[in-house]
């Protein structure tokens, strides 16, 4: 039993330190290194309700359905797609910035 | 010419189309109008990766920047093709992006890519997630000695722990704030991270917690009865951590011996 009465003032402590804590200034419950989202998080997330892209893909407006947001030209380069077999690239963005960071093919 | 195919006929040729290219069963229903029907399908499948592309770069910002532009297009057009969507519903496409860049040989040399790609999609989780009301605390204060031993917790559907073998956090962070006195500083191999994500004021936060105190966590969201949890705990302030949870509304609903308590007596 004496898990049981452990377990029930541990919780019991909880609560009361909770309810003090929702009257106390907020800063008191933030965590330590808590870090909020860098702005391009949350502008990604307007983006998608703007650009509808939670939206189902498959529905589209009739006339849109050969173009993916104007970046490709449907007669010109969207109809030859990249053969993902061609694959060769190796990554060449901002992990270079990172120590120890190694582009060599694996 | 065969007999005019079933829509779902249709449906599964265009399918194979999109997915596989070339000359496929679907040919046979096009029109060819000045572009043969295979070049015309090649434009559909053009636009289904690019498509997909798109919606996983809006996901993935820090492995984007990581691995650069074409690099990035390049991958998630192969993981287009190799695991197509299950679901219409765009936000729920890209979960097994990580997995599927841990297996990538391209981006092996990048061991610590994955866990960036895992710490953005429960970043994307937390923000896309449903809203859902707090439980209110006081409401457990109803509860007797022996159902406050056995409660156990819903966590709210924003909230995401993970472990990362790397510094993941520090890596995003840096990254999306583009700053490379960070990043520069960064080690990879710096061991794991123990990891919060949640919404706060409509945006995500990223917390990192001690091992300990992250199994905890993870132990009480996985519904497990609280001295179960408290039993396996050790070297924490339970009470304090617990009362830390409430007060971030991390919890939604608790429900004592299987049957649920919090939601159903609500108003």
Redesign the interface.
């Known amino acids: 039993m004496n898990?049981?009465?452990?377990?029930?003032s541990?919780?019991?402590?909880?609560?009361g330190?909770?309810?003090a804590?929702?009257t106390a200034p907020a800063q008191a419950?933030e965590?330590?290194?808590?870090?909020?989202?860098?702005p391009?998080?949350?502008e990604?997330?307007a983006?998608?309700q703007k650009e509808h892209?939670?939206?189902?893909?498959?529905?589209n407006a009739v006339g849109k359905?050969?173009?993916?947001?104007g970046?490709?030209s449907?007669a010109g380069?969207?109809?030859?797609?990249?053969d993902?077999g061609s694959?060769?690239?190796?990554?060449?963005?901002?992990?270079s910035?990172?120590?120890?960071?190694?582009?060599?093919?694996? | 010419m065969n007999a005019t195919p079933t829509l779902l006929e249709l449906q599964h040729a265009l399918r194979r189309a999109l997915l596989e290219g070339g000359e496929t069963a679907a040919c046979a229903e096009v029109v060819a109008d000045g572009i043969e029907p295979a070049q015309r399908l090649a434009v559909y499948r053009n636009g289904y990766a690019s498509r997909l592309s798109a919606a996983l770069r809006l996901c993935y910002p820090a492995v984007q920047r990581l691995v650069g532009e074409e690099f990035f297009d390049g991958a998630a057009r192969v993981f287009a093709f190799e695991r197509p969507p299950r679901a219409a519903w765009l936000d729920e496409y890209g979960a097994e992006f990580a997995d599927f860049l841990a297996g990538f040989p391209p981006a092996a040399s990048l061991a610590y890519l994955p866990d960036v790609a895992r710490l953005e999609w429960a970043v994307n989780r937390a923000l896309h997630a449903p809203e859902a009301e707090p439980l209110d605390v006081g409401r457990l204060l109803e509860l007797n000695e022996v159902q406050r031993a056995s409660v156990r917790f819903a966590p709210h559907p924003a909230l995401g722990l993970l472990r990362t073998d790397c510094p993941a956090d520090e890596i995003w962070r840096a990254v999306l704030a583009r700053d490379d006195a960070a990043l520069g500083a960064i080690d990879p191999a710096a061991g794991p991270a123990w990891l919060l994500v949640e919404r706060r004021d409509g945006d995500a936060s990223v917390s990192r917690m001690s091992e300990p105190a992250w199994r905890f966590a993870f132990e009480l969201c996985a519904g497990r009865p609280l001295h179960e949890v408290l039993d396996a705990a050790c070297g924490i302030e339970a009470h304090s951590l617990l009362a830390q949870h409430f007060t971030a509304g991390r919890f939604v609903a608790f429900t004592i011996e299987d049957k649920k308590v919090a939601t159903e007596t609500s108003p």
């Open positions: 898990r049981t009465l452990l377990a029930a541990t919780l019991t402590s909880a609560i330190l909770a309810l804590m929702q419950a965590m330590k290194g808590e870090m909020k989202a860098p391009i998080v949350k990604n997330m983006k998608m892209l939670q939206k189902c893909f498959g529905i359905n050969d173009c993916a947001e970046a490709h449907c380069q969207a109809t030859i797609a990249r993902p694959f060769v690239l190796l990554p060449a963005g901002d992990c910035k990172i120590a120890g960071g190694s582009l060599k093919p694996a």
